[in-house]
């Protein structure tokens, strides 16, 4: 069983940058792939990023690509995911999630309960 827990949204300007965490609980945390998703109002939930157990192998979206960075510290549990460049398309609320290694929302067995950022133009 593995607990997440997001942190780290909020409002900013487009143009702007935000560092989201995610922190998990139990000692297997090494051994699960971690993705990011986001969700807007009346939308979909939507991958952002997949990084594997051993941060080796990064996936990300290509709307991301070039403004987002996803990594992880197995040492203290927790999975980042650095915004820089933000837009107002990006403002949603994200979701850390553990599973296998992908981009699609079905490969994640644990999901945290969102953080909200909202970016303004």
């Known amino acids: 069983q593995v607990q997440l827990v997001e942190s780290g949204g909020g409002l900013v300007q487009a143009g702007g940058s935000l560092r989201l965490s995610c922190a998990a609980s139990g000692r297997t945390f090494s051994s699960y792939a971690m993705g990011w998703f986001r969700q807007a109002p009346g939308k979909e939930r939507e991958f952002v990023a997949s990084?594997?157990?051993?941060?080796?192998?990064?996936y990300n979206v290509d709307s991301v690509k070039g403004r987002f960075t996803i990594f992880r510290d197995n040492a203290k549990n927790t999975v980042y995911l650095q915004m820089n460049s933000l837009k107002p398309e990006d403002t949603a609320v994200y979701y850390c999630a553990a599973g296998s290694f992908g981009g699609v929302t079905s490969k994640y067995d644990y999901w945290g309960q969102g953080t909200q950022v909202t970016v303004s133009s």
């Open positions: 990084i594997s157990w051993s941060g080796s192998t990064i």
